[in-house]
RNA sequence: GCCCAGGUGGUGGAAUUGGUAGACACGUUGGACUUAAAAUCCAAUGACCAUUGCGGUCGUGCGGGUUCAAGUCCCGCCCUGGGUACCA
């Protein structure tokens, strides 16, 4: 019989549907494994072969632990909320419900061609009203709880409330707004308006004033990625920040755990780095500094410093243009100058005013402060590189010791002070936080640390600071002013938000006539006409983030059909939290931040066992597009071959990569692609036309995404999957292409060939194996098993090939050997795999079969083959018995021609020898 | 700007703990089989020098350093990719 894959594999994922070969039921007796991927957003592209990367490997870990006898759950779903679905709407008038379940259709169908062992009974859709009534039902948990400090997590807000009734609020200790010290009393007698205005100062899901970014010309808030220097992407219209009243998330409470919890899971150093640094824990001191004024003495402006040590060189106040107290501040003649830097500054994005470092910016307000412990006078400055949302949006700026502050100090010629030696100030700022403070009054001569250590004890004895530990982390903004995601089981009554009940959930998202934000630029669903509880109250128009449904998937998948409770506690006892989650590393600081969060609430909340959701994390690489381009002549409808273009005036076109071969462009298939180059022309190069390359991200936009539907039409699904993996690194990011996917066919193809004979008729022979053949199996039995648990799935399939290449020459056809080579191939390429092994006459399914156990006997030697160098470089081999002691090998190796010959009569000045590596010779 | 990752033949990559650089593939060249093609098989293939043969020198982005030994460790730099809080 021909290989012939697309038989083969649709017979097994045919059998692996009806014998639901992968259903995960718990089973005591074994011991659990849970593999989880990130779930895909499906695009109107479909699925590309970037987004199989991770799904192979994941489910070739699947395949390998089932058959290491552990109890596989697999599951597989869909982050059906987002942009794109959103912005089609808007365009096409086409329901995003619609779409979306379009191209979920379509992921599904692709899928199911790559043969994965997913679990499909569980297969679970953010936007299914079943799956978000538990996003909404967390939300109303998250509105009705606090963050106890003094017992370190979440509570019910009831508890709180009780409090308050009974003592006021001077016992509490919570992560919260700065909220006045009341009685019991007051609060009895508060309205209930003004008692719910405090809870929102405690609920760790609450309403607040936040910065957005507001483009009036499209009337809706656009995503910093729609935004490009302050104009809106599409319709460049101009993009302003603008306060708005919306929901955040108190992730800042969980600042601690959160950096806490990473040392216990076994994540990259640089993904645990880059979450440390997102969370940015940082000892220091708030400091306030008074206002010189007569008027306003009781004024004060409160810093937060990380090296109160350096208070004597600090000779200026830098306030972000957000700041509360700049139009106090700002003497009269001023105040024109200083609201236009507001205004321009104020539009400008964070990471814009972050990233200028070399613009200097800033305005003189005229108010001076003094320095509480010198008692110095300080100007008040406004600048954009002080950020509002940051410490306290107020510095005390240090020049000497700061690189911005002494960038602006030097801008606009304010008194540079060193205060640490150890640097040159003259020429740059001295940032290192080592050597001995000087012209600092009472805490000269001490070093950095203990300076800064006696300058907070100073400001706590004088009541006019304390010692903080501050976090970059900020509270998640939780609205999007949009219609496609998840609606907030929220209503308004005199203006104060009130969940709705459990009972009422899942609350569904309403039909609307627009997509877009209504005239008055609220969100598209204020233009719902039923968008009211049955008591007449307005519900919450604004939706949630793509982070809400994505934050704890994991959970619904251990028990998707539950329509009592999120999951059941027996699910969540036995499957408890992912052993291995396969993903990209641009989640390290949204939705991988946002799910620890929310995972740590359930916990607190004694809804799950695990207070950490992923164990083990690998970050797949990104798969790049390879973009092919043309090159039209500028004004003319001409194009010309890539090598040519330098003698034309061209504008670059990115064209179809279906219709490139090899950097050829088909011509025909081009003048039918658009209609526009129906009449092109074309200057040729030998006869062809050349397209240029260009490595961006996969993106339909720019023609170059590669389907997996082709390449399975062509090779199949085992090919592809060993190809994937066989391309490099599961962690590294490349380009793609398909240059070297023949390799991988041809090695099915031979492998194929080794359980047929010239005939092609099957035939496997009885025989026992020799030596060689047997050591050849077990040298690819360690190979990969031990490349597999250490997520080498590359180096699997170069082991693989070399053990098909020796055993081909070896023409071993022996059933013991092919038999474990069939379970050793399964988890890359399941399909061929099962064909062989019913074919080989087993009567059961191959994926629960046992991995072949290695034994080292097979693969002894006695003799190791020792490169011998000089000096570092090698020269040439020798072979030796393995059991030789250092003095034998040294004088075996000495007394060879090879060795006497580099000597060239020289004594060797050393011999090191490496036993069963290598035999330097330093002469 | 800041944080993280990466840079090895013509190409994808291998070298797991500092120990033979280039495994395994692709491509290319030559050959076998064939009327021919496909498929398959065999051989060569880092660069340079030398060549009848034996060989030799250089070489892992660049510049330094540590070591008997550096792709791997340290210091400085260059380039590419990702993230930078409303793309998912």
Same mark, same amino acid.
């Given at each position: 019989m021909e290989?012939?894959?697309?038989?083969?594999?649709?017979?097994?994922?045919?059998?692996?549907?009806?014998?639901?070969?992968?259903?995960?039921?718990?089973?005591?007796?074994?011991?659990?494994f849970y593999v989880l991927d990130m779930f895909p957003y499906p695009s109107g592209a479909g699925l590309h072969v970037g987004h199989p990367l991770g799904y192979i490997a994941s489910d070739i870990y699947s395949r390998y632990k089932r058959q290491k006898g552990f109890n596989v759950l697999h599951p597989m779903g869909y982050d059906a909320y987002g942009l794109p679905a959103e912005q089609y709407a808007i365009q096409t008038g086409?329901?995003?419900?619609?779409?979306?379940?379009?191209?979920?259709?379509?992921?599904?169908?692709?899928?199911?061609?790559?043969?994965?062992?997913?679990?499909?009974?569980?297969?679970?859709?953010?936007?299914?009203?079943?799956?978000?009534?538990?996003?909404?039902?967390?939300?109303?948990?998250?509105?009705n709880s606090w963050y106890n400090k003094k017992t370190n997590k979440a509570e019910n807000i009831d508890l709180l409330i009780r409090e308050f009734v009974t003592n006021g609020n001077k016992n509490i200790d919570a992560a919260c707004d700065e909220t006045e010290t009341f009685t019991a009393d007051e609060w009895n007698q508060m309205s209930e308006n003004q008692q719910q205005k405090i809870?929102?100062?405690?609920?760790?899901?609450?309403?607040?004033?936040?910065?957005?970014?507001?483009?009036?010309?499209?009337?809706?808030?656009?995503?910093?990625?729609?935004?490009?220097?302050?104009?809106?992407?599409?319709?460049?219209?101009?993009?302003?920040?603008?306060?708005?009243?919306?929901?955040?998330?108190?992730?800042?409470?969980?600042?601690?755990?959160?950096?806490?919890?990473?040392?216990?899971?076994?994540?990259?150093?640089?993904?645990?780095?880059?979450?440390?640094?997102?969370?940015?824990?940082?000892?220091?001191?708030?400091?306030?500094?008074?206002?010189e004024k007569e008027s306003a003495n009781k004024d004060y402006i409160k810093v937060f410093t990380t090296r109160a040590d350096t208070i004597f060189g600090a000779t200026f106040i830098v306030l972000a243009p957000e700041h509360e107290l700049v139009d106090k501040l700002t003497i009269a003649e001023n105040k024109e100058q200083i609201s236009a830097y507001i205004k321009k500054a104020k539009n400008r994005?964070?990471?814009?005013?972050?990233?200028?470092?070399?613009?200097?910016?800033?305005?003189?307000?005229?108010?001076?402060?003094?320095?509480?412990?010198?008692?110095?006078?300080?100007?008040?400055?406004?600048?954009?590189?002080?950020?509002?949302?940051?410490?306290?949006?107020?510095?005390?700026?240090?020049?000497?010791?700061?690189?911005?502050?002494?960038?602006?100090?030097?801008?606009?010629?304010?008194?540079?002070?060193?205060?640490?030696?150890?640097?040159?100030?003259?020429?740059?700022?001295?940032?290192?936080?080592?050597?001995?403070l000087i012209n600092s009054g009472f805490i000269n001569g001490m070093n950095v640390e203990?300076?800064?250590?006696?300058?907070?004890?100073?400001?706590?004895?004088?009541?006019?600071?304390?010692?903080?530990?501050?976090?970059?982390?900020?509270?998640?903004?939780?609205?999007?002013?949009?219609?496609?995601?998840?609606?907030?089981?929220?209503?308004?009554?005199?203006?104060?938000?009130?969940?709705?009940?459990?009972?009422?959930?899942?609350? =569904?998202?309403?039909?609307? /006539?627009? *997509?877009?934000?209504? &005239?008055?630029?609220? !969100?598209?669903? #204020? +233009?719902?006409? =039923?968008?009211?509880?049955? /008591?007449? *109250?307005?519900?919450? &128009?604004?939706?949630? !983030?793509?982070? #809400? +449904?994505?934050?704890?998937?994991?959970?619904?998948?251990?028990?998707?059909?539950?329509?009592?409770?999120?999951?059941?506690?027996?699910?969540?006892?036995?499957?408890?939290?992912?052993?291995?989650?396969?993903?990209?590393?641009?989640?390290?600081?949204?939705?991988?931040?946002?799910?620890?969060?929310?995972?740590?609430?359930?916990?607190?909340?004694?809804?799950?066992?695990?207070?950490?959701?992923?164990?083990k994390l690998i970050n797949q690489g990104m798969i790049q597009g390879r973009s092919s381009i043309a090159y039209m002549i500028k004004g003319n409808n001409k194009f010309?071959?890539?090598?040519?273009?330098?003698?034309?005036?061209?504008?670059?076109?990115?064209?179809?990569?279906?219709?490139?071969?090899?950097?050829?462009?088909?011509?025909?298939?081009?003048?039918?692609?658009?209609?526009?180059?129906?009449?092109?022309?074309?200057?040729?190069?030998?006869?062809?036309?050349?397209?240029g390359v260009e490595i961006e991200k996969m993106s339909k936009s720019l023609h170059n995404v590669q389907n997996p539907d082709e390449l399975i039409e062509k090779y199949g699904a085992d090919t592809l999957r060993l190809y994937e993996m066989f391309l490099g690194p599961l962690e590294q990011s490349k380009p793609w292409n398909t240059l070297g996917i023949e390799g991988v066919f041809r090695f099915i193809k031979k492998l194929w060939r080794l359980y047929h004979d010239d005939n092609n008729k099957f035939f496997v022979s009885d025989d026992e194996p020799t030596k060689k053949e047997l050591k050849v199996l077990h040298k690819t039995i360690k190979k990969v098993q031990e490349d597999i648990e250490r997520f080498s799935f590359n180096t699997v399939v170069s082991a693989l090939m070399i053990c098909v290449n020796e055993l081909?020459?070896?023409?071993?056809?022996?059933?013991?050997?092919?038999?474990?080579?069939?379970?050793?191939?399964?988890?890359?390429?399941?399909?061929?795999?099962?064909?062989?092994?019913?074919?080989?006459?087993?009567?059961?399914?191959?994926?629960?079969?046992?991995?072949?156990?290695?034994?080292?006997?097979?693969?002894?030697?006695?003799?190791?083959?020792?490169?011998?160098?000089?000096?570092?470089?090698?020269?040439f081999k020798i072979e030796l018995a393995v059991d030789l002691s250092n003095q034998e090998i040294e004088k075996a190796v000495l007394t060879t021609q090879d060795a006497q010959k580099w000597l060239e009569g020289k004594d060797p000045k050393k011999v090191i020898i490496v036993p069963k590596k290598i035999i330097n010779i330093v002469i």
């Open positions: 290989y012939n894959f697309s038989e083969i594999e649709k017979k097994w994922q045919r059998f692996w549907a009806e014998k639901k070969s992968f259903k995960a039921e718990i089973d005591h007796n074994k011991p659990k086409k329901h995003p419900e619609k779409t979306t379940g379009e191209n979920i259709l379509r992921y599904r169908e692709q899928m199911d061609k790559i043969g994965f062992s997913y679990d499909w009974d569980r297969e679970v859709k953010t936007c299914d009203p079943f799956y978000y009534k538990w996003t909404q039902w967390t939300f109303i948990q998250l509105f809870l929102m100062n405690f609920r760790l899901a609450y309403l607040s004033d936040t910065y957005v970014n507001w483009c009036p010309g499209l009337g809706t808030v656009p995503a910093n990625d729609e935004v490009r220097e302050g104009f809106s992407i599409r319709g460049g219209f101009p993009v302003e920040r603008k306060l708005m009243r919306q929901w955040s998330l108190r992730i800042t409470a969980y600042s601690q755990r959160l950096l806490d919890g990473l040392d216990k899971i076994d994540w990259s150093d640089s993904i645990k780095e880059i979450q440390r640094n997102w969370i940015g824990r940082s000892n220091g001191a708030l400091i306030n500094f008074p206002i994005s964070e990471r814009e005013r972050m990233a200028e470092v070399n613009t200097i910016t800033g305005v003189f307000t005229g108010s001076y402060a003094i320095n509480p412990i010198s008692h110095e006078k300080m100007p008040i400055w406004i600048a954009d590189y002080v950020l509002y949302g940051y410490g306290t949006g107020a510095i005390m700026a240090v020049p000497a010791h700061d690189s911005r502050d002494y960038l602006f100090a030097g801008h606009f010629n304010v008194p540079i002070r060193e205060v640490v030696s150890g640097g040159d100030i003259s020429k740059e700022s001295y940032d290192a936080k080592e050597g001995i203990d300076a800064n250590n006696a300058v907070i004890d100073k400001v706590e004895d004088l009541g006019i600071g304390t010692r903080k530990v501050n976090y970059r982390l900020r509270d998640a903004i939780f609205s999007r002013q949009r219609y496609w995601g998840e609606p907030f089981p929220v209503y308004y009554k005199d203006g104060m938000p009130y969940v709705l009940d459990e009972s009422d959930l899942p609350l =569904e998202l309403p039909e609307i /006539d627009s *997509y877009l934000p209504t &005239t008055n630029g609220e !969100p598209p669903l #204020a +233009g719902a006409k =039923e968008w009211k509880t049955k /008591d007449g *109250y307005q519900i919450e &128009t604004s939706t949630m !983030p793509g982070f #809400a +449904g994505s934050s704890a998937y994991y959970l619904r998948y251990m028990d998707p059909w539950n329509d009592s409770e999120y999951f059941s506690k027996e699910a969540n006892n036995y499957w408890r939290n992912v052993d291995l989650y396969i993903g990209g590393s641009e989640h390290a600081t949204g939705h991988l931040i946002y799910s620890r969060f929310w995972n740590k609430f359930l916990f607190d909340i004694g809804l799950c066992c695990e207070d950490e959701p992923y164990k010309v071959s890539y090598n040519l273009k330098n003698d034309y005036d061209t504008i670059p076109v990115h064209v179809d990569i279906n219709m490139v071969e090899n950097d050829i462009l088909d011509i025909d298939a081009f003048k039918k692609w658009h209609s526009d180059y129906k009449n092109a022309s074309f200057v040729l190069e030998e006869g062809k036309y050349i397209c081909s020459e070896l023409k071993c056809n022996k059933r013991i050997i092919l038999n474990d080579l069939a379970i050793l191939l399964s988890s890359y390429a399941p399909h061929i795999a099962e064909e062989l092994w019913q074919l080989s006459g087993h009567k059961e399914c191959l994926s629960y079969t046992s991995f072949p156990k290695f034994r080292e006997e097979y693969i002894k030697e006695n003799t190791i083959t020792y490169p011998v160098s000089f000096n570092g470089k090698m020269r």
